[in-house]
């Protein structure tokens, strides 16, 4: 009688110690803002929408999976430590009853994904978490859910959890889209995912002429809008700059940022571009750093400034994606004067080829002039005009400086298409106010510049000297060369006597890896700028493609550059690399 009494004095004080633990656990839950309660399990069948699904077995389970309780879940606390201190004799005798040689009886339990409640047997959890054990048997009845829990999930996540299972519940992706992770982190984005879903139902319904089911418009947006977004996101590696968020909250925050930009800009963004400026705004990775140096630049650079930027930059903002075309934005500059559509009509001509979208831009210098009569007839004719081409496009109304608007919104697309009305003159003066020379010096993307649109570019001329501005050129040229099937002419011109050869074979050897064969090399002595002009009227070429400003801007103000003397010509349109 005096061993049994004893046992249980012990066993009291076991529980007693883990009831002082019980309220520290507490404790501690609330200064990190984490709760330490068992979950609920009807509030989370309901919620969740769970089904039992077959008859319950018998099996061991794990002890910490066990994360609630059918009807006990204020009596513990998230870790099975007892919270009343009426529990007291009955946790004693089950301690007592669990060192007995026969044992404790199997628990009950509900099974929903890998997470378990208790529906008989609380205090043997409590006194098996005790003694150390990590499994325990159980009876198991199996619920499922279309958003299954883990043993970490919380209540906190249940609002969550609950939305998700109603999203799927509506538009059955999980069965239509075996696989189709659609987990988010934060409350209410799958009302804005409907919303989108609804949007895309009503243009499908338009385009099929027939009624589109919610379930089959969920379908078609998660093939079309979603997978294509998500692809993005995982060619940028964006997750890593984002820890603990899933694809589909960034997915959100994408279309979010899209939206936003195409406020901000008064253009459509695409996915690519508005996920490398996500990045660059909300991580930590190289994008941002770049980024980051595109606006110092820009903060620095006066509205008649120049800037040499660094060989190459242009593509390093291109699509990841290999079969893409290079030119998806086209950013025309539209002055709105009768004689000032060639550089749009040029655009066009590319565009047609390219799939391109022509991102427009009329610059303001006041607010009046913004909502004048003259810009919004400007704005129908950029549109009539795309319409008849067949070309989609937007046309953006900006207020400044023309030059600075120019280059700010020029990282929004990949070729600026300049029409040339006074190119750079030939003295020092003239060069250093001109601000043509400015924008291109300052642009992030190739400049084409137009003194008169060719409707359709046959022939190809690339000015090339080995210099790292003429490699800039060369890539782009064999980029034009091969994807639009045209012939190339690849001319080497000396201004001294001196041989091309090197720079020549660079560009064969260079042409040829990349499977560019229709290659016509002519070399030629004299004047860079005349010469390259003379060279491309006799081949008969519509296109000169050269590397831009290539000697600091002092040297080029005071003895010119060759850049400019084919400019001086305004002959032909001009595609300059930087």
Request: proline share 6%; with cysteine; glycine share 8%.
């Amino acid at each position: 009688m005096d061993g049994l009494t004893g046992q249980m004095a012990g066993a009291v004080q076991d529980f007693r110690r883990l009831r002082r633990q019980a309220d520290v656990e507490r404790l501690l839950a609330g200064l990190s803002g984490r709760s330490a309660d068992l979950l609920p399990f009807e509030e989370v069948r309901q919620k969740l929408r769970a089904t039992a699904v077959s008859e319950r077995q018998l099996r061991e389970i794990p002890l910490d999976a066990i994360v609630g309780s059918v009807g006990r879940y204020h009596d513990f606390t998230r870790s099975f430590l007892p919270r009343r201190d009426s529990d007291e004799s009955r946790w004693a005798r089950v301690l007592l009853a669990s060192n007995d040689l026969s044992g404790l009886p199997p628990i009950d339990v509900y099974q929903l994904g890998d997470a378990y409640f208790v529906v008989d047997g609380n205090h043997r959890v409590s006194v098996a978490r005790q003694n150390g054990a990590t499994t325990i048997q159980a009876y198991v009845t199996p619920f499922r859910s279309r958003v299954p829990i883990t043993p970490d999930f919380r209540a906190a996540d249940l609002i969550i959890r609950a939305e998700q299972a109603a999203f799927l519940e509506q538009t059955c992706l999980d069965e239509a889209r075996p696989g189709a992770d659609l987990t988010l982190t934060e409350a209410g984005g799958y009302q804005i995912l409907r919303e989108q879903i609804y949007v895309h139902g009503y243009y499908q319904e338009l385009e099929l002429g027939r009624p589109v089911s919610f379930e089959e418009a969920a379908a078609s947006w998660y093939d079309n809008v979603y997978m294509p977004a998500v692809q993005i996101i995982r060619e940028r590696g964006l997750l890593r700059d984002f820890p603990g968020r899933t694809e589909t909250d960034l997915f959100l925050w994408l279309s979010e940022h899209r939206a936003e930009l195409a406020a901000q800009l008064g253009w459509e963004v695409s996915a690519e571009r508005a996920a490398a400026d996500l990045a660059a705004r909300r991580g930590t990775g190289p994008s941002r750093v770049a980024r980051a140096g595109e606006q110092m630049l820009e903060m620095v650079l006066p509205d008649d400034g120049e800037l040499l930027r660094e060989p190459g930059a242009w593509r390093r903002t291109l699509p990841t994606n290999p079969s893409a075309w290079l030119f998806g934005e086209i950013l025309v500059p539209i002055s709105g004067e009768p004689d000032g559509w060639e550089a749009f009509e040029q655009a066009l001509a590319i565009a047609r080829v390219e799939g391109s979208r022509l991102l427009g831009l009329h610059v303001v210098p006041d607010e009046a002039r913004r909502a004048a009569s003259e810009v919004a007839a400007l704005r129908a004719e950029f549109e009539r005009r795309c319409a008849a081409a067949g070309v989609h496009g937007n046309l953006a109304v900006d207020m400044g400086v023309v030059g600075r608007s120019i280059r700010a919104r020029s990282r929004w697309a990949d070729l600026l298409a300049l029409q040339i009305k006074y190119p750079p003159g030939p003295s020092p003066l003239a060069r250093l106010t001109s601000s043509l020379r400015a924008i291109i010096r300052g642009s992030l993307r190739p400049v084409l510049t137009v003194p008169r649109a060719v409707t359709t570019l046959e022939r190809l001329l690339l000015a090339y000297d080995g210099s790292p501005k003429a490699d800039e050129a060369l890539a782009l040229a064999t980029y034009l060369a091969g994807r639009w099937h045209k012939p190339l002419y690849v001319a080497s011109v000396s201004e001294d006597g001196h041989s091309v050869e090197g720079p020549r074979l660079r560009a064969r050897a260079y042409l040829r890896e990349h499977g560019v064969d229709n290659v016509t090399f002519v070399s030629e002595i004299g004047p860079a700028g005349p010469t390259i002009v003379a060279l491309a009227d006799r081949v008969g070429a519509d296109l000169i493609v050269m590397g831009g400003y290539g000697r600091d801007p002092l040297s080029d103000i005071v003895l010119g550059s060759a850049v400019e003397a084919v400019l001086q010509n305004r002959h032909l349109p001009t595609l300059i690399c930087q």
